[in-house]
Nanobody, 121 residues
Framework: QVQLVESGGGLVQHGGSLRLSCAAS????????MGWYRQAPGKQRELVAT???????NYADSVKDRFTISRDNAKNTVYLQMNSLKPEDTAVYYC???????????????WGQGTQVTVSS
């Protein structure tokens, strides 16, 4: 089994910053893509940003130039630096990882439990 544990959410004022972290642990052989998604009340879950094991990052248009995704492969951890936060960024943020698991190297997608980000106006 693989677990993803998120941290770093909270309440911040409009224009503020937060940094989310998500650490993967367990029966990991390797991790390809990692990413962040979010779900606001009454809305569908949407992609925020993804980062592959190699290659370029990908961002939703709504967060480009404000959010930065990065990963530390040695720690199996993905980060989301969020700057210039807006009230419309308020949502539960979920991390996601595509993992080749031990011992079979079968590939599964895992989700974290979610962390609340609230931006006040």
């Amino acid at each position: 089994q693989v677990q993803l544990v998120e941290s770093g959410g909270g309440l911040v004022q409009h224009g503020g910053s937060l940094r989310l972290s998500c650490a993967a642990s367990g029966a990991i052989f390797s991790i390809s893509a990692m990413g962040w998604y979010r779900q606001a009340p009454g809305k569908q879950r949407e992609l925020v940003a993804t980062v592959p094991s190699g290659g370029s990052t990908n961002y939703a248009d709504s967060v480009k130039d404000r959010f930065t995704i990065s990963r530390d492969n040695a720690k199996n951890t993905v980060y989301l630096q969020m700057n210039s936060l807006k009230p419309e960024d308020t949502a539960v943020y979920y991390c996601n990882a595509v993992v080749a698991t031990r011992p079979t190297t079968r590939i599964y997608t895992y989700w974290g439990q979610g962390t609340q980000v609230t931006v006040s106006s």
